[in-house]
């Protein structure tokens, strides 16, 4: 490598039919082969495993991802436990279809996380084996590995950077369809409400109490009180009790992964 850092190539070949394991072998790469396709998260999870060194760089072989950035990146993985390569520079090709599920997600993703998220599900990124093992039993086999380990680092309290990149036309067709779009929504509320409940559930008890209220005062006015008035204030003070258990349990199991 010309940048002069010591390093280990892998690819991980999971389970494909076209000639990637050769083809990889030949360009002097050391080869990790998955006999079926098992999904991206456990293919990145085999190659961590299989990893020598304790600072691991992911990087899709689609063609997309700048390579050239690697070393920056790197250059920071000293003070960070995560550095994400976020696709907001000069030059980035994603489609426009998938640009307002993305959009949507990252600003949902960034207000329950509560900081700035400027890409959740980079391909590019350095990370630390042991933020990984930490995570392993939350981290999927498929796609939302990289939103799941993105969501559990700022979640936990560790420190990660977002570095611009630009981010080239695909080349091949991707696997990722606008329906996933759904899948990728429930995981951010998933992993929000295993990390930190509060910010979901204090939201949606409000929610319920301002309906409550709302339908209160209307019927004051008409000088009765409705059931439907009583059932959002005891939805609303439901949902805070579940919100405060759920709280609970997510710090007792904290306290066993920051071990």
């Avoid at 606008?178 to 992993?191: E, P």
């Avoid at 409000?206 to 004051?220: E, H, P, R």
């Amino acid at each position: 490598m010309e940048a002069g850092i010591q390093h280990q190539i892998l690819v991980v070949d999971d389970g494909s039919t076209d000639n990637t394991a050769r083809e990889a072998r030949d360009s002097g790469a050391e080869v990790v082969s998955i006999p079926e396709n098992r999904g991206y998260g456990a293919a990145i999870k085999v190659g961590i495993a299989r990893a020598d060194h304790d600072t691991i760089l992911i990087i899709d072989a689609d063609g997309t991802y700048p390579a050239e950035s690697i070393p920056q990146l790197l250059s920071y993985s000293e003070s960070y436990d995560m550095v994400v390569g976020a696709r907001v520079g000069k030059d980035v090709h994603i489609p426009l279809a998938r640009r307002p599920a993305k959009w949507f997600l990252a600003v949902l993703a960034s207000y329950l996380a509560g900081c700035s998220i400027p890409d959740l599900n980079s391909g590019l990124r350095v990370l630390r084996r042991d933020l990984v093992d930490r995570f392993s039993h939350v981290l999927p086999a498929g796609f939302s590995f990289t939103t799941s380990v993105t969501l559990a680092a700022l979640c936990s309290g560790a420190l990660v950077r977002f570095h611009p990149i630009d981010y080239r036309p695909r080349v091949g067709d991707s696997k990722i369809r606008a329906l996933h779009a759904f899948d990728f929504f429930l995981l951010v509320l998933r992993t929000i409400v295993y990390f930190n409940p509060l910010r979901v559930f204090i939201p949606l008890g409000l929610v319920f109490f301002a309906v409550g209220t709302v339908k209160l005062v209307y019927d004051v006015s008409l000088g009765n009180i409705s059931e439907t008035a009583v059932m959002a204030f005891l939805g609303g003070a439901i949902v805070w009790a579940v919100g405060l258990l759920s709280d609970q349990i997510a710090r007792i199991g904290a306290r066993s992964w920051m071990r």
